[in-house]
């Protein structure tokens, strides 16, 4: 029997489910280990997967893609990495269907990275390539015997296929070069820290929600269920004792059909399986059944120890105590998700807290690595790539110029938004991560030409929008959509002056322009858009005090104006916050503003002390701006707390219009 007992193991991906789990056990049971992981924190990545080896001498944590060749063969040398356990892949089949490329250039080319890092360095001893019991394909339901190890590869998904396409790399190097690999093929996994977009875990947080089980088709699919700890335990073996060149199959002979599985769940949280299941559409394929032969992994000495009864009670104990352990994750309880291949895992939370960034554990704990830019690979595809319509508009205009100081690329699209065929040519041929969108109409000079001009108006605010959102959803691409706050006007439950804003949840309850209308009416839709990310901007004021989009220009120009306390948006500064919203994957509705209010006549209060001494202005009433306006104007305060809890450094309205407008036009004595 081969024996190999590692010194520096190279762990991929172990910040997401399996993998956290045989990382944490490999270092709690083997102190004379050193143990590495490299993830980069994608969607379904949590550091706090890793808490239990966070103190632990002999862990160290690199976030970083395995695309990356510099880094990889950085840390293969500087590490003196001698094991590798492969796990890093994207596995979720529904993604597959929907964003099939990013599981070949994860599942594919991240393997053959690997593969060509250890030919290249000569140093390691194991390279174990973790892949899937679907590279079989579906087993037949009246079969008796389970795949074995030398059965075809009969693949049915862009998923399976590309895990397939892996073990064929690995093979090819363990047969061309000597490398000393070892594949393994596993059945379904369940148990804590899992994403919730697996079927287990879905349910739970869906039955503690009080909402139906999704099942899809008739759910007589068969599946096979293994605790995560007993496949943590397979894992450890095959690293010690696995021959080289080897497959094996970790896996169960215990069967359940998809709806037993359901109904198993629904009893222990007492619900009533008829009410409480509800048959969804199938996926496009969905295999009806797989069943391994796992007698070669028992005769190396392993055994499933955890019954099913016991493994699910303790998975539904772990996530009733821990429900918001993945933060946000309604997208992924949708009974067919897809969710958005960009970087973007949990990693603020590596200490359990939800104040404390990542960059505060790495500055202060050296077993946290984030690679310079040196090592970020030259030849690679850059992180992100961002598509922004709204090239002529003034909030698309500076979004090109932030991509430009910042190193985005960055492309401005071609295509109209309600010309759809033109969108989705656009994303062909530009293949961006992410999609902006700064279109519309708003009217100039003002709101008031959509009074006049209400099919234009709804062309572009509502069809338009609408459509781009929808073909982001089918390319599977977040869409950062800068909307508006002037859907709303001060009430009796939000009273001017009272500090008490309109939040994210709130309806709208201004009508008084067609534009806010138009506004109102495409928020609402989008809600229903999970690839969506919405940020109510009100009232935009910029540095740059020439132009006339700016609140502050127009102001400074009017004869007479209204002296109201607004929420209001400086976009010096929320712009380039937008840009890490779309980096940390955030969606949903956000209101885009600073905390707080200020009034029309404080804000030319500061421009008469800052800009012009000589500056003086009339006011009027509401009534009387009534007379010399078409459409009503919407007067507000936006809570913007969730904003400010996502990005604590955001400044108030009043310090923000100072630091990143007032000041800097004094100091460079613009006007």
Known sequence: ????????????????????????????????????????????????????????????????????????????????????????????VDNSFGNSFEFTKNNIYGTHVLLEACKVTGRVKRFIHVSTDEVYGETEEDAVVGNHEASQLLP??????????????????????????????????????????????K???????????????????????????????????????????????????????VIDVARDICALFKKDPETCIKFVDNRPFNDQRYFLDDQKLKNLGWSERTAWEEGLKKTIEWYTKNPDWWGDVSGALLPHPRMLMMPGGVEKFFDGSEDEKSESYGSTNPSMLVPSPRFAGSQQKPAFKFLIYGRTGWIGGLLGKLC??????????????????????????????????????????????????????????????????????????????????????????????????????????????????????????????????????????????????????????????????????????????????????????WNFTNPGVVSHNEILEMYRDYINPSFKWTNFTLEEQAKVIVAPRSNNEMDASKLKNEFPELLSIKESLIKYVFEPNKKTGKN
């Open 1 to 92: 029997m081969a024996s190999h007992t590692p010194k520096n193991i190279l762990i991929t991906g172990a910040a997401g489910f399996i993998a956290s789990h045989v990382a944490n056990r490999m270092i709690r049971n083997y102190p004379d280990y050193k143990v590495v992981v490299l993830d980069k924190l994608d969607y379904c990545s949590n550091l706090k997967n890793l808490l239990p080896s966070k103190s632990c001498p002999n862990f160290k944590f690199v976030k970083g893609d395995i695309g990356s060749a510099d880094l990889v063969n950085y840390l293969l040398i500087t590490e003196n990495i001698d094991t590798i356990m492969h796990f890093a892949a994207q596995t979720h």
């Open 156 to 201: 049915t998904n862009p998923y399976s296929a590309t895990k397939a396409g892996a073990e064929m790399l690995v093979m090819a190097y363990g047969r061309s070069y000597g490398l000393p690999v070892i594949t393994t093929r596993g059945n379904n996994v369940y148990g804590p820290n899992q994403f919730p977009e697996k079927l287990i875990p």
């Open 203 to 257: 349910f739970i947080l869906l039955a503690m929600q009080g909402k139906p089980l999704p099942i899809h088709g008739d759910g007589s699919n068969v599946r096979s269920y293994l605790y995560c700890e007993d496949v943590a335990e397979a894992f450890e073996l095959i690293l010690h004792k696995g021959e080289v060149g080897h497959v094996y199959n970790i896996g169960t002979k215990k069967e359940r059909r």
């Open 404 to 589: 430009e100081k910042q190193g985005i690329p960055y492309e401005y699209g071609k295509g109209r938004l309600q010309d759809r065929a033109s969108l989705v040519a656009d994303i062909l041929n530009l293949k961006p991560t992410h999609v902006f969108n700064a279109a519309g109409v708003t009217g100039r000079p003002n709101v008031d030409w959509c009074e006049s001009h209400k099919t234009e108006t709804i062309r572009t605010n509502v069809a338009g929008t609408l459509t781009l959102a929808d073909v982001c959803r089918e390319h599977g691409l977040l869409m950062i959509n800068y909307a508006t706050g002037c859907i709303f006007e001060y009430d009796a439950a939000h009273p001017e002056g009272s500090g008490i804003g309109f939040k994210e949840e709130d309806k709208p309850n201004f009508t008084g322009s067609f534009y806010s209308k138009t506004k109102a009416m495409v928020e609402e839709l989008l809600r229903e858009f999970d690839n969506v990310c919405t940020l109510r901007v009100r009232m935009p004021i910029s540095s740059d005090l020439n132009n006339p989009r700016n609140f502050i220009t127009k102001i400074s120009r009017y004869s007479k104006v209204v002296n109201i306390p607004n929420s209001m948006t400086i976009l010096d500064e929320l712009l380039p916050i937008s840009i890490e919203m779309a980096k940390r994957n955030l969606r949903g509705i």
